[in-house]
């Protein structure tokens, strides 16, 4: 998610704050983080709103709805990788994990077109989990 080309910086630090959040959780409790948050998000949140006002059966704390929505982004990244979860938040997952941090998708493998094609460098990133 960006603003007039720019990457948001509140996207941004939900997503690396997801990251290191899993870094101590499995991949069902990650799962099942994930799934909440889909199954809360059918009735709609509120991403343009920056209060707190959602509950989370499976974490503490209460969560504005593009935090949540950078959860859910970050936990089918984990989990289901290739399952679109009806938002864009690839370029900044691509900049979080850029150092290799729980790197899942690799453009690594794509072809040259489909390369050049990207709104970011193609290039094999380490993992590091």
Not at 28 to 36: K, S, V, W, Y
Not at 51 to 75: D, I, N, Q, V
Request: aromatic share 10%; hydrophobic share 40%.
């Amino acid at each position: 998610m960006s603003t007039a080309g720019e990457l948001r910086p509140d996207v941004l630090m939900y997503l690396t704050a997801a990251v290191e959040r899993f870094a101590g959780m499995s991949l069902d409790q990650i799962q099942a983080l994930g799934i909440e948050i889909a199954i809360l998000g059918q009735t709609g949140l509120d991403i343009n709103d920056p209060e707190p006002k959602y509950a989370l059966r499976s974490l503490p704390g209460t969560f504005s709805g593009l935090h949540l929505c950078c959860l859910m982004y970050a936990a089918f990244k984990k989990f289901a990788p290739a399952q679109n979860v009806g938002i864009e938040f690839s370029w900044g997952w691509m900049q979080v994990n850029r150092g290799g941090c729980c790197r899942t998708d690799s453009a690594a493998n794509l072809s040259q077109d489909a390369a050049e094609s990207l709104p970011y460098p193609a290039h094999p990133l380490r993992y590091r989990c």
